[in-house]
């Protein structure tokens, strides 16, 4: 039988013990797609709306959408990752 690659297989904590490398390597989203969610034609998010992401992670997306001037509710079960987020959020 082959070894699983992940061998957590809780997907709440499958990237505890790599906060660090996924904030490091996890790229972030290209301006198109972020400006999709700006653009009235598409969903037409404005500036002042309140956005909840959803398994927020590091916060990459709320970063994102924070930059746009959104208030931003992050949602993370995984406590190391929710570290990253926090940070984040306070710091934009």
């Known amino acids: 039988m082959e070894e699983a ?3 957590v297989s809780d997907s709440k904590e499958r990237f505890s013990a790599r906060v660090d490398t996924y904030k490091a390597y996890r790229p972030s989203y290209p301006d198109p797609l972020v400006n999709l969610f700006y653009d009235p034609d ?3 998010l404005k500036d002042h709306h309140k956005v909840a992401d959803v ?3 590091t916060g990459i997306s709320s970063a994102l ?8 509710y992050g949602v993370e079960p995984n406590a190391e990752m929710r570290k990253g987020l ?5 710091h934009n």
């Not at 959408?65 to 931003?72: A, D, E, I, Q, T």
């Not at 926090?86 to 306070?90: A, C, K, T, V």
Request: with cysteine; charged share 10%.
């Open 42 to 44: 598409q969903i037409g």
């Open 55 to 57: 398994g927020s992670g």
């Open 65 to 72: 959408l924070l930059s746009r001037g959104s208030f931003v």
């Open 86 to 90: 926090h940070y984040i959020q306070r």
């Open 5 to 7: 690659i992940c061998p």
